[in-house]
């Protein structure tokens, strides 16, 4: 291996749970409006199940459209200038925005210490790294919690916009990242704690996908396309 491509949220920072309480958030206050109006049974978002399944790891419009298709529910895409409060895919993904930067600036963001000292050990063992998310929150979340120069290269919802690349669970983002780091991806690993970010690790063909387990879904990680599953990088440090 000659590089190590890291997924953010819930790889290196705590914020997975941080954007599966504001999807809950949103998609409850959206399934309750929505029940009173038109006399369905309100199921909430089941920030558990429904956020690994449907919206973890994916680009924020792909997540709303993924959840809502479980429940039947079709809307239409709107634009992305569309304000918080429009019925669409794109009103309920910039009220979710919202809401997940309120959260951020109001409760402040924590890394996994682990894995920043994994990133150190991989650096200093001549290692390039860069940040493969599919969070347009990316370059904050880097800033906040002052690990952006640990990373040669970040390629983010962003960045994917602005390229047309298709989000996770398609490869393109990390092949992007390798790219980046004028790297094959036979020759890099992704590290990946969503079931759509290691399918698109193993979608690209990448060296070596490392599955982290942060909520007991070791079996789908390895499923969908993780060779190896830990629970914390420092499981990898204390091997190498
Ligand atoms: O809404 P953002 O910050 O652009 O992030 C998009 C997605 O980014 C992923 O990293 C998260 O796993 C998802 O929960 C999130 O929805």
């Not at 749970?17 to 369905?40: M, N, P, Q, S």
């Not at 925005?97 to 991989?122: H, L, M, P, T």
């Not at 070596?208 to 993780?226: M, T, Y």
Request: charged share 25%; proline share 4%; with cysteine.
């Amino acid at each position: 291996m000659r590089a190590c491509l890291f997924d953010l949220d819930g790889v290196l920072t705590q914020t997975a749970k941080v954007h599966a309480a504001a999807w809950k958030e949103t998609f409850d206050a959206y399934l309750r409006d929505r029940a009173e109006r038109t006399g369905e049974a309100f199921v909430p978002f089941d920030a558990a199940d429904d956020y690994d399944e449907y919206v973890d790891g994916k680009p924020r419009a792909d997540g709303t459209a993924s959840f809502l298709a479980s429940r039947g529910i079709e809307l239409p895409a709107g634009s992305p200038g569309d304000p918080p409060d429009a019925e669409t895919v794109n009103g309920l993904s910039n009220r979710k925005n919202e809401v997940v930067q309120r959260r951020i600036r109001e409760d402040g963001v924590e890394v996994y210490s682990s894995s920043i000292a994994f990133v150190e050990a991989a650096r200093a063992a001549g290692l390039r790294t860069a940040v493969v998310s599919s969070s347009a929150n990316t370059a904050e979340v880097l800033r906040v919690t002052g690990i952006e120069n640990l990373f040669e290269a970040r390629i983010d919802g962003v960045v994917a916009r602005e390229r047309h690349l298709p989000g996770k669970p398609a490869p393109d983002t990390f092949l992007a990242g390798a790219a980046a780091l004028d790297v094959a991806p036979e020759h890099a690993a992704v590290f990946e704690d969503a079931l759509a970010g290691v399918a698109a690790g193993h979608a690209g063909r990448f060296g070596h996908v490392v599955g982290v387990d942060r909520v007991g879904q070791a079996d789908a990680l390895k499923e969908h396309g993780a060779d190896v599953v830990v629970q914390d990088l420092s499981e990898l440090l204390e091997e190498a």
